[in-house]
């Protein structure tokens, strides 16, 4: 889909109505031709008694973000809730969701920067309260499940083992192990040093990811410095248009 673009201020207006949407306002009121060139519109179900009112099946929190990136290019990440970071999160998952279901790739690689920012401010344990959520959105051997394992892998050790309690892993011989029991028991080490409580419900498949991703700063000498994080270096590592083939879109602005 297109990035945002120029709109005619004489074009038509119309509205969509969400999930769950706020009594007061319930409504989004959104020129015509913007919406029509970065969403499959002609999927949407028009309002029986309004012909240019739209019903969404996605949640309003969600929408609020792409209808403003419509016209900004950004998520409104000033508004989100700087108290609480696991409202903030999901309503991001929430935005992740509305770009999907309207096929919407440059907002959705919008939304999964945003997302970066906010996992990667991520203090200790909160992540386990998002994770159902999050591997809800992002599904088996996705990029945004990458992320995840990233940011934990790649986070600052909080507990930090001890050296000598580093020393019981050969990592250099896990390389070439492929035995799921040591791949639990050092995810969950690895899970403990960053601070996450234990037993943190992960799948096999998220465990496996997360001992590749430590596997790797391991063999760069333990401590990778933030400038070299995988997400700075190279955030398109996590946009859904590296899967398709398709230009990013921080090179459309
Ligand atoms: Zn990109």
Sequence with gaps: MAPPARFDPQDTIVSVKCHHPPTSTPYFHIHETLLYKAAAVHNWRRSSAHENTFELNVPWDGFRHFALWLYTGKCDEENLSADCWIDSTNELLHAHEVGRKLGCVDFQDTVVDALTTKLTDCKGNLICDILGDFLKE????????????????????????SNEEDKRFDYNALKSVDDSHFTIVLSREILASRGFQVPLNLTEELMTMLVCGFLEIKSQGDSVPRREMPWITNPCRYHRHTELGLPCYKSKQ
Excluded at 151 to 161: F, H, L, R, S
């Design 138 to 161: 992002f599904p088996f051997q996705s990029i945004g499940r990458q992320l995840l394992v990233d940011v934990i892998a790649y986070g600052p050790a909080e507990n930090g083992m």
